[in-house]
């Protein structure tokens, strides 16, 4: 029996944990799911069965050892604040892409993004060994594409026109953190994390 290693692998602080993806997050992903998550999304998974297969197909790229999915949770509630994921992993190449990313409205300008954007890109090159890690993003999506570049990734270039998406010809910005970067960001990162307070109210934006 092969033993997937991905799907035992759990990150956390001292406020959020992000745990390994199952079929049964799909109703408690639901619950706290909105439209406006999906506008820049390939896939909408607007309602509860597009949501278990929104989850399924994660697990399944999961079982192909390509994408770790993971739901994101409130350590001091247990409550589930929303999914993100390291996907397009390449071992050969040393490189890989954080993705899939999306928080219930209640979590969103919180400390929630920043903190899971830290543990994933502290698995990703002092676990995993990449050499780098992007992020894509839709050029429309300015909110996301501000909080990409707060958390100290570097804008590479646009991809003009990468496909239709439902009717519009969408550009796509390239985002990276190379190895020789991540100590400087990860310094930043670290202090930004100290000025939080640790009984912040979800509500308050950052």
Not at 6 to 22: A, G
Not at 34 to 55: C, G, K, P, R
Request: one cysteine or more; charged letters at 25%.
């Amino acid at each position: 029996m092969v033993v997937n290693l991905y799907e035992s692998i759990t990150l956390e602080n001292e406020r959020i944990r992000l745990i390994p993806m199952q079929p049964g997050h799909a109703r408690e992903l639901h619950e706290i799911n909105h439209e406006s998550i999906w506008s820049y999304m390939l896939f909408q998974a607007t309602n509860e069965d597009l949501m278990q297969e929104w989850v399924k197909s994660a697990i399944e790229l999961r079982n192909q050892l390509t994408d770790i999915p993971f739901v994101v949770v409130l350590k001091t509630t247990d409550e589930v604040l929303g999914s993100t994921r390291i996907q397009h992993i390449d071992y050969e190449r040393q490189s890989c892409e954080i993705g899939a990313s999306w928080f219930g409205t209640r979590a969103q300008r919180t400390f929630v993004n920043s903190d899971s954007k830290f543990l994933l890109l502290e698995y990703c090159f002092e676990v995993l060994n990449m050499m780098r890690v992007q992020i894509r993003a839709d050029e429309r999506n300015i909110r996301s594409n501000r909080a990409i570049e707060r958390i100290g990734f570097t804008k590479e270039g646009i991809i003009r026109k990468e496909r239709n998406l439902r009717g519009v010809a969408r550009n796509i910005i390239i985002y990276s953190i190379i190895d020789d970067e991540w100590p400087e960001v990860k310094k930043n990162l670290l202090i930004k994390q100290q000025s939080y307070m640790m009984d912040l109210p979800m509500e308050t934006v950052s």
